[in-house]
């Protein structure tokens, strides 16, 4: 498949369900949960069911001391959700709305806005930074493949804030989204958000190794960048592993 000039071709976006996550049932997607780190805030989300996961929007339920809530959320675009949160009133057992919250990010700050009461946030997202001493390491001990013609580049790291007024799966999934390159609504992005949402985290710690394409022609590279997940800021304690992304301007293989 070969385009000139071609760019961001992904393959991780729906490309690995069949390793990662998700469990049909009857309709529904019940997806992994993740064990809490020292570093989370309080209340942590249970039983996040997704009733609806497509390109435009996230409808699932979840539980959060004690009450019953079920979200619904729909991407105006890749930096930008709407969200509709909504809490089990248990005498009429009917969902109740409560909030409408439109999260945005815009170059370096994530900024919500309530319709309900007009509350406003910002949150700042912490630039990466290169670690180049680390990266050797983490190159030698996790992705050496002698074989390949991918050969390491660099590495990245970083944090970004999620202490959000609203605290959302489509909320987390544009910021992750922001530091993988990947569609807010791919099902990698997706299982990272709902990961750091059930365990109300206050910050997505993160470590990105690039890779570089031997085989490619010099004034049309090829990069891979594979993107680990972690619950610490020491970055023990891995949340989700091996997102790919691909960014080729020729032919590439995975």
């Known amino acids: 498949m070969k385009k000139k000039g071609l760019c961001l071709m992904i393959f991780s976006l729906i490309l690995y369900p069949f390793s990662e996550t998700f469990i049909t049932l009857g309709g529904q997607e019940k997806v992994q949960t993740a064990e809490a780190s020292?570093?989370?805030?309080?209340?942590?989300?249970?039983d996040v069911v997704f009733e609806e996961m497509n390109s435009n929007q996230y409808v699932y339920t979840y539980s959060n001391e004690g009450e019953d809530y079920k979200n619904i959320e729909v991407f105006v675009s890749e930096t930008?959700?709407?969200?509709?949160?909504?809490?089990?009133?248990?005498?009429?057992?009917?969902?109740?709305?409560?909030d409408s919250i439109?999260?945005?990010?815009?170059?370096?700050?994530?900024?919500?806005?309530?319709?309900?009461?007009?509350?406003?946030?910002?949150?700042?997202?912490?630039?990466?930074s290169v670690n180049l001493k680390d990266s050797m390491h983490f190159e030698e001990n996790l992705y050496q493949i002698a074989a390949s013609s991918w050969k390491y580049n660099k590495t990245y790291t970083g944090s970004n804030n999620l202490k959000l007024q609203r605290f959302t799966v489509g909320a987390i999934a544009i910021i992750v989204a922001s530091i993988t390159k990947l569609p807010q609504t791919a099902r990698t992005v997706t299982q990272v958000a709902n990961l750091y949402f059930q365990i109300n985290a206050s910050k997505a710690?993160?470590?990105?190794?690039?890779?570089?394409?031997?085989?490619?022609?010099?004034?049309?590279?090829?990069?891979?960048?594979?993107?680990?997940?972690?619950?610490n800021s020491a970055r023990t304690q891995v949340l989700k592993s091996n997102v790919v992304r691909l960014a080729c301007s020729s032919t590439c293989n995975s």
Do not use: C, W
Request: glycine fraction near 2%; hydrophobic fraction near 25%.
């Open 102 to 128: 439109i999260t945005v990010v815009e170059k370096d700050t994530v900024k919500q806005t309530s319709e309900q009461t007009n509350e406003y946030s910002e949150v700042p997202i912490e630039a990466m």
């Open 205 to 231: 710690y993160y470590k990105t190794v690039v890779y570089k394409d031997s085989n490619a022609p010099r004034n049309r590279p090829n990069f891979k960048h594979v993107t680990t997940f972690y619950k």
């Open 38 to 46: 020292t570093e989370e805030l309080e209340g942590i989300n249970e």
């Open 80 to 98: 930008e959700v709407h969200s509709e949160i909504y809490m089990l009133n248990k005498e009429t057992q009917e969902y109740e709305l409560v």
